[in-house]
């Protein structure tokens, strides 16, 4: 497995390189990671943060040969070099927008919206574009079909658990999405976060698994509880998390509400929830 590195591409498969931006934290793991697609004509996947040397590292790898910025989304660890580098290259922007609910990057403008599996392509690769809204409503995976690579921004992260914010992230969406996932070919995943994930199948069954155990346990809290609000059940329902991360475990905990209340199993009551 090649290693995560700053500031430099790293080869991942026959047509995809990585460069990881130096914006590490406990929402962006080892950094946002950047992928170029070609060896050619090329395609960069999630341009990152706007950070000069990551920004640099990205022009200096893909000089003139830059033909399309695409973005898994507008999150701001994710696209907003996508413009400094549009203007520096005349790369075109691809990608889907949504009205600011305070997490877009407004910079991201004038891109060239995609249906689900619209290809984008050339004589060396086809990009699908997968819809997977969950993680928020305008995420795309992209899938680069010769080399059977996945890359999936934030809706498959490695070592973390993807945040979900309501309301235009959904957890209905989110675990929907991960099943259509596993109707295509893949080898590997290839995530906006962390290393290379091996036997995505797997995974993704496992994520599943975890959110559906999590939704239980927010059901059991609940039926033990009779009526809660969102910060009485966090302590209980992520008590095997660092309370440090439970600002972000309401967050995904909403999502789990709101999925439960669309199968009315759950209900709302002013600030409380109830059993349905
Ligand atoms: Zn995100």
Redesign the pocket.
Known sequence: MPQIVHGKPVRISKRVQRITAPNQGAMTGPGTNSYIVGTEELALIDPGPCIESHIDAMLKATASRLKWILVT?T?R??SPAALPIAQATGAKLVGNIIPNDGFQDETFQGATSLKNDELISNKEFSIRALLTPG??SNHICYLVEEDKILIT??HMMQGSTVVIVPPAGSMKDYIDSLKRMQTYDVNYVAP?HGDLIEEPKREIMRLIDHRLKREKKVHNALTNAREATIDELVPVVYDDVDPALHKWAAMSLHAHLIKLEIEQSVAKNGKYWIIA
């Open positions: 989304h999150h660890d994710h993680h928020v921004g934030d906006g």
